[in-house]
């Protein structure tokens, strides 16, 4: 075959010098630079492209742009980069360029699947929802058949190599669109000296300009791409201005926030793409003031058999010969309702096709277009329709037939031989982010479309948008809409003059919408597409109509129509008109489905930008990270920290090293980096009278030099937050709290202090970071503790529990705390965070006569438990009082008011058979319970379901100090149930005998009860 | 993502700041007074109205202070920042009106999506 045989000789935006070679289905192919890889295929007469989603039915190239529906193809094979559901229309070719047919098998041209058309009967609207709703077998029966059949492309397999970006921008005027309309915007807004972003969706500036025959159009003098040209260099050589191509306006936000998808590099083959570029960007634009010029959109006709590959839009057709010097049908028939089609047809015939008729709905026809119809020799047929057409997998011919009167085909039929059936049911303009920006449509009688109504944001639509479907009326638009734009934003502007406009055609006239096409067929032998993309017929649609679905809302989601990656951009309001007839219902009354974002699909990649990897979340790490790193440490998630869990040393367990580190916390002396816990420091003179109201024990007292362990809770009256705070001075406070509530807990402060009592004089800020902190646990700790700080007498006869005081470490100061959470004698030593490492370093040093051990969390919750202490979190789930802890102790009686304090006495709060927290022992010491594992009070689940529950276990662990296993748990009534014995249910075996006991395990054992 | 106007900072992006909910909620100073459903009322219901709404906002990211916005929740329109204490601006919004309650313009609800042939361009 010869390369490129639809190749015109001369004219549209590609390089004929330069070659590009690319492969599709398997096949090698040659393009141009400049070519989609729609153009580039059409040059090759590729019609046919894709099958269709439930059919399989064979698709080709409806439109030349974003709107096409399902020229859909599969970019690349490596599993990393490919990319799925890419419009042949949009991606441009490169060197090496691989597309691949999706949702076919075995091949393009000889697919399996393609057996679904002959059971499309029993495939009809909402046979999802029909076969959910019927017998449960039903889907088990369908669910791998659907599967397989239905679907698009395949998602990468790999992580994404290329980089992405956002960016932030602000401007005056936004200009959407880069047609006649929107350059005279933004040029006016420009040289008024507005801030202007113009984007445009496809790769070059112009719009329809690049559409229409350069020989019979001029714009002052000039070609219409000479004229882009020189506006383009124009907007180019000015400072205020940043026109971006390739970038599509997807979405309309609150407050004129609007976001632009600029395909950076898609266009050029993966090693060509610059190193300094990402792939993609996704730029988030705050504009003063918003120019909508995003054209319209072509609508298809409703016929039988109307979804042939060569059955494309005609000013697709067009685009395809002008734009990009491709003829796409030797032999083509036009089929049509108004009069831009008319144009289309001539255009075609002086391109070099042979139009072999064209079919007309309407019956009148204006003179002029009879005429130059007669002066090309194209034979036309008004007031006629398509009944049928015919071919495998490129139409080849259609049948005609004359319009009756009563809104039926009557007469003889005609057959027409074609090999592109292009097709205008015409212009709807492209309201799509006009309705995103919550603007109220208007149904225009005379259009048979929406079209913009009332603005909300500071927005306007103009040229074919705005339906000035005329090219001078765009241009002027265009330009008022700019200077209007810029004087809005505070940029007094007027009008550029436009261009003096020759040779431009009629605009499409009154279109004769008829929903749906008469065939003289029986009804239920009609095949004609709504929504090409999802299959959906006007079968479909009439049946959910007929099954009661009268909200376009949820005929839309019975059918599917409009629920593709195309979100049905030319199908819907196809969609809506026969809905409406459907209802005998006027179209505003029906209305229309919502225009969400995005305008088109943006890819996962762009929409997280920079945000991925070690950027997609800050991760914290203590100033002792780098030495938990290199010596062997585990690490673990808590809140945005990253804690060490466990140091396993080579060869050894983590189960074994948390043992080894728990028992040196016990035995003799193990350190825990504590950096991490949230610290708040606290000043005032009404400090103290501060902590009184937000924890639920006293303060009074608290003497400098002296720590207090406190329970915060909710105005709720349940667990929030826990953590010693410590009294510096009368009017100064340093409070800690649990690692991952610290952000929580400021806020929660500071929302009392701001907003409720604010004759307290407090002041509160976060030191976290301010501090590093090693906590030192084990009977020899003390004796560390004395080596490495002078200035202090660490001797637990000396210095008291819940005690602290200042030292120094080599001259540098710290903080000294007497306080434990293991149950051992321990020390924490503060000190100031960039000595943190260094600190650390001491400890191992001073440490090492002593075979200091560093010790994770994970020996850390060990050992809180083994002297029963709770975690925030873990024992308590925002359900917990203080009571439910058996921690009644610690909520002060004789002090005034606190945070829940009232909670604590509402009808539910004190129920006596809530769950409360006890020990449970396993009766078979070597038995481990699950945390989360339910407690029964049967030695075996009861046949019934649900089975009765009397709580769960919240913590399980091994301990080698108790010499077993121990376990606490919510349980119903559990302070009552001390002794009782009672089960723990198990996935896949009897329930667990257990005894229910104290949470202090240590004591237990001092006591000989374990 | 809204530009939100701090009261102490001026005008920044959404993402700096954190909704703390309904605002000019007074927490009762005489709580042990209170009957239970008295005391549930102010720790658990809060109104959340289509239409013009006073809520309390703060400037997490930024001065951490809290301040109040009237927004009309039907329309996301931010009528009014004031400082905590401050009585509520008057202001004047676009209020919920049609059956399904919805604001005659700048709302997502179907109600509102088309004209009516007889409304005012
Ligand atoms: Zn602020």
Known sequence: ?1010 | MFLITCPYCGTRDQSEFSNAGEAHVARPANGEELTDEQWADFVFLRNNPKGLFAERWVHTAGCRRFFNMLRNTATDEILAVYEIGAKPPKVTTVEPATPSGEAPIGSGNDAVKVMRPEEPK
Request: hydrophobic content about 40%; overall charge negative; proline content about 5%.
């Open chain 1, 1 to 1010: 075959m010869t390369a490129q045989p639809n190749r015109r000789a001369s004219g549209g935006l590609i390089d004929r010098s330069k070659v590009v070679r690319f492969r599709f289905d398997g096949r090698d192919f040659s393009g141009h630079p400049g070519d989609t890889l729609a153009s580039a295929l059409l040059a090759n007469d590729e019609h046919m492209v894709a099958r269709g989603f439930k059919y399989h039915r064979p698709r080709g190239i409806f439109g030349a742009g974003s709107e096409d529906p399902t020229a859909l193809v599969q970019i690349g094979s490596d599993a990393a980069r490919t990319d799925p559901n890419t419009r042949v229309t949009e991606q441009e070719i490169y060197d090496g360029l691989e597309a691949l047919a999706q949702n076919v098998w075995p091949s393009l041209k000889f697919d399996v699947g393609a057996v679904n058309d002959l059971f499309s009967a029993f495939l009809p609207a909402g046979f999802y929802y029909k076969t959910f709703m019927g017998p449960l077998g039903n889907w088990m029966a369908f669910e791998p058949f659907i599967r397989k059949a239905a679907g698009l492309g395949k998602a990468p397999g790999a992580p994404d190599p290329d980089r992405y970006e956002s960016i932030n921008r602000h401007c005056d005027v936004l200009v959407a669109g880069g047609g006649p309309a929107g350059l005279m915007a933004a040029l006016t807004a420009a040289k008024a000296g507005a801030r202007v972003i113009l984007a445009e969706e496809t790769a070059a500036l112009g719009g329809r300009l690049l559409s229409v025959d350069p020989d019979k159009v001029n714009l002052g003098d000039m070609a219409p791409t000479a004229w882009v040209e020189s506006i383009a260099a124009e907007l180019a050589g000015m400072d205020n201005v940043t026109v971006l191509t390739r970038t599509a306006a997807f979405g309309y936000y609150a407050q004129n926030f609007v976001g632009l998808w600029e395909r950076v590099s898609d266009h050029l083959a993966p090693n060509d793409q610059p190193a300094n570029l990402p792939r993609q960007r996704v730029w988030r634009v705050r504009a003063r003031e918003v120019v909508l010029a995003t054209g319209a959109v072509e609508r298809p006709l409703v016929f039988h058999e109307n979804d042939r590959p060569g059955i494309m839009l005609a000013g697709a057709a067009r685009t395809f010969t002008h734009r990009y010097g491709v003829l796409p049908g030797k032999r083509v028939l036009v089929f049509a309702n108004n009069d831009s089609a008319w144009e289309a047809a001539f255009d075609l015939q002086s391109s070099g096709a042979r139009v072999a008729g064209i079919v007309d709905l309407r019956r009148d026809i204006d003179g002029g277009l009879l005429s130059t119809a007669a002066e090309h020799g194209i034979s036309i047929h008004p007031g006629a329709a398509i009944v049928g057409t015919s071919g495998a997998q490129r139409v080849s011919g259609a049948t005609v037939r004359r319009m009756s009167d009563s809104g039926g085909v009557e007469g003889p039929v005609t057959a027409i031989e074609c090999d592109l059936l292009a097709v205008s049911g015409g212009w709807m303009p492209n309201i799509a982010l006009f309705s995103q920006s919550r603007g109220k449509l208007v149904y225009d009688e005379d259009l048979s479309a929406f079209r913009p109504g009332q603005s909300w944001q500071k927005e306007r639509s103009a040229g074919s948008a705005a339906a000035t479907f005329d090219l001078d009326g765009c241009l002027k638009e265009g330009a008022r809409a700019g200077a209007d734009a810029a004087s809005k934003a505070g940029i007094p502007a007027k009008a550029e003059r436009p261009p003096k406009v020759e040779g431009a055609e009629r605009p499409q006239g009154t279109p004769r919408v008829i929903p749906e096409i008469p065939s003289g067929r029986p009804r239920h032998k009609v095949r004609a597409w709504i929504d090409l993309q999802d299959d959906v017929t006007t079968k479909d649609l009439k049946l959910a109509v007929n099954e009661g679905y009268d909200s376009i809302e949820h005929a839309k989601r019975y059918t599917t129509s409009g629920m593709g990656t195309d979100q049905g951009k030319v199908a819907n309001m196809n969609a809506f008109a026969l809905v409406a007839d459907a209802l005998k219902k006027p179209i505003w009354q029906v209305g229309t489905t919502t225009y969400r974002q995005p305008w088109k699909p943006v890819t996962f990649a762009a929409m997280a930008g920079q945000h991925v990897g070690d950027h997609f979340h800050p991760r914290r790490v203590t100033p002792m990270h780098d030495w938990h790193k290199s010596n062997g440490a585990v690490f673990e998630p808590v809140g945005d920290w990253l804690r060490a869990r466990a140091y396993q040393r080579p060869g050894e367990s983590f189960e074994a090293a948390v043992r080894r580190e728990s028992l040196a916390a016990r035995e003799s002396v193990a350190a825990l980096d504590a950096s991490t816990l949230g610290k708040i420091d606290i000043r005032g003179k009404d400090a103290r009278t501060f902590l009184n109201r937000v924890y639920t024990n006293a303060w009074s007292k608290l003497a400098p030099g002296k720590a207090r362990y406190g329970l915060m809770l909710g105005e709720d009256g349940m667990v929030m937050d826990d953590g010693v705070t410590a009294c510096l001075a009368d009017d100064h406070f340093h409070m800690t709290t649990t690692t991952g509530g610290a952000a929580r807990v400021l806020t929660h402060l500071e929302d009392y202090i701001q907003t409720e009592w604010t004759d307290l004089e407090v002041y509160m800020t976060t030191v976290t970071e301010e501090w590093a902190v090693a906590s030192l646990s084990g009977p020899d700790s003390w004796r560390v503790v004395a080596e490495l700080c002078d200035g202090i007498d660490p001797d637990p006869e000396k210095f008291e529990f819940m005690s602290h005081t200042t030292a120094t470490i080599d001259g540098v100061p710290v903080r000294v705390f007497r306080i434990s959470f293991t149950g051992a004698l321990a020390y924490e030593i503060n000190i100031a965070a960039d000595y943190g490492a260094w600190l650390w370093d001491k400890v191992m040093e001073a440490g090492q006569p002593y075979g200091i051990q560093p010790y994770g969390t994970e020996a850390m919750h060990l050992l809180r438990a083994e002297k029963g202490f709770v975690i925030v979190g873990q024992e308590t789930d925002g359900t917990v009082t203080p009571a439910d802890l058996r921690m009644d102790w610690i909520v002060s009686k004789a002090k005034g008011d606190f945070i829940g304090k009232r909670s604590l006495s509402r009808s539910d709060t004190v129920r006596t058979d809530r769950k409360q927290l006890v020990g449970l022992l396993t009766e078979d010491p070597t038995l481990m319970l699950e945390e989360g594992a339910h407690v029964i009070a049967t030695a075996t689940e009861p046949a019934e379901k649900p089975v009765p529950m009397l709580g769960h276990v919240t913590s399980s662990y091994d301990s080698p100090t108790i010499g077993r296993s121990i376990a606490m748990a919510m349980v119903e009534s559990g302070g009552a149930r001390m002794g009782e014995r009672l089960w723990v249910s198990r996935k896949g075996g009897t329930p667990i005998p257990v005894k229910v006991t104290e949470t202090d395990f240590l004591k237990m054992r001092e006591d000989g009860d374990v």
